[in-house]
């Protein structure tokens, strides 16, 4: 009964094994959401820029010098019914400034987004200013959103006469929230169609894949790839006119990405980066290094007292050679681990590794690409 009781233990382990398994294969493979491998078409966020001033510096604003500050102030009183000649302003306490900002494409009118803002004068530090109304236009033209406010700096610039201290950029500041989003983009989520899938991993296999697994999961052909990175997908009638929960099926999707066989070489750093599938052929390697040292060592020829000789130097140079002799050594190399092995087992340093990698590959015994930086 008791070896009954057992097996019955381990048959319902197994069982629970195995549900696990099925259900959470993202946990003992190599897999990935599609979310961060991939974007989607109507999900991204559009560029807004506008030019304005910066008021309220205490004398780190644009110097004299600058036509267009200058030329700003003057016409921003103007429209404030205040008739000022452009030869008569100060702006040291203004700086003109680019105002820039990502608005997504679901901000609706009476959101807040973050904004920007960087000098394009002379200015010193943007330390204590106040943004004034600025619009923010997109490529077309049109204002978008309105910017105003007190800026939040992240650094300083302080100095007198003899010195000064600077700590990160104090002429670029951000708003938190500092501007207003007026108009929405005319492009409606809900109502397309299809969508298109962008991988950002460029494999025909990865791709193939992902459209395979988004069938099965939609119970359909509605997926299709257009080429090496783009899939297309027509949205299911039942998805029609409500594309969230699509969206949010698809991006939860765990696939297992495919890519070539990649080594990644930095030679400022001596930094190498290989992928797992790095193979090379059975090759031999021998690596030494040779030092020649050359020394001048000057001597000078004094004569005796009283005599006729003249003080001379004279040159002495001593030439040291030295050749490290290493044995030549077989590597197997047929997977990562053993590759990486032979080059250890060989006192191979990453400066070393870089050379033989190219060597290899010169060879035609490294199969894998090689990039180098």
Same mark, same amino acid.
């Given at each position: 009964m008791a070896i009954l009781r057992f097996n019955k233990k381990i048959k319902l382990i197994l069982m629970i094994f195995f549900i696990v398994f099925l259900s959470q294969p993202q946990l003992f493979c190599e897999s990935v959401r599609l979310k961060d491998i991939a974007k989607f078409s109507g999900v991204r966020t559009n560029q807004l820029i506008g030019y304005g001033l910066v008021v309220g510096l205490s004398g780190t604003g644009d110097q004299r010098g600058s036509e267009f500050t200058i030329r700003s102030i003057a016409n921003m009183l103007e429209n404030m019914g205040i008739k000022? *000649? %452009?030869?008569?302003?100060?702006?040291?306490?203004?700086?003109?400034? !680019?105002?820039?900002? /990502?608005? %997504? !494409?679901?901000?609706?009118?009476g959101d807040k987004i973050d904004v920007t803002v960087s000098s394009i004068g002379d200015a010193k530090s943007l330390l204590g200013g106040v943004l004034i109304l600025t619009p923010l236009r997109g490529i077309d033209g049109k204002v978008y959103a309105l910017a105003q406010g007190?800026?939040?700096?992240?650094?300083?610039? $302080?100095?007198?006469?003899?010195?000064?201290? $600077?700590?990160?950029?104090?002429?670029?500041?951000?708003? %938190?929230?500092?501007?207003?989003? &007026?108009?929405?983009?005319? #492009?409606? #989520?809900?109502?397309? *169609?299809?969508? +298109?899938?962008s991988l950002d991993i460029r494999d025909f296999s990865t791709t193939e894949k992902i459209v395979k697994q988004i069938n099965e999961k939609l119970g359909g052909n509605f997926a299709f790839a257009k080429d090496i990175s783009t899939i297309e997908l027509k949205v299911p009638p039942q998805f029609k006119h409500n594309l969230v929960p699509l969206m949010a099926s698809l991006e939860n999707m765990y696939v297992t990405p495919d890519s070539r066989a990649k080594v990644v070489v930095d030679e400022? @750093?001596?930094?190498?980066?290989?992928?797992? *599938?790095? /193979?090379?052929?059975? $090759?031999?390697?021998?690596?030494?290094?040779?030092?020649? $040292?050359?020394? &001048? @060592? %000057?001597?000078?020829?004094?004569?005796?007292?009283?005599?006729?000789?003249? +003080? @001379?130097g004279v040159p002495r140079t001593q030439v040291k050679a030295k050749e490290e002799i290493k044995k030549l050594n077989i590597i197997k190399g047929a997977s990562l681990k053993e590759l990486v092995d032979g080059l250890n087992a060989i006192g191979a340093s990453p400066r070393d590794m870089i050379s033989i990698l190219r060597t290899l590959k010169a060879a035609g015994a490294l199969h894998a690409e090689l990039e180098v930086y």
């Open positions: 000022v *000649d %452009p030869q008569n302003i100060q702006p040291k306490n203004v700086a003109a400034v !680019v105002v820039s900002a /990502k608005m %997504p !494409v679901s901000a609706k009118p007190p800026i939040l700096l992240g650094g300083y610039s $302080v100095g007198g006469q003899a010195t000064s201290a $600077v700590k990160n950029i104090p002429t670029v500041a951000k708003i %938190p929230g500092g501007a207003t989003i &007026e108009r929405k983009t005319p #492009f409606e #989520f809900n109502s397309q *169609d299809k969508i +298109t899938i400022k @750093t001596g930094t190498i980066v290989m992928g797992w *599938d790095v /193979k090379i052929s059975p $090759v031999a390697i021998a690596q030494g290094n040779l030092q020649i $040292v050359v020394k &001048e @060592t %000057p001597l000078v020829s004094q004569p005796a007292p009283f005599s006729l000789g003249i +003080t @001379t």
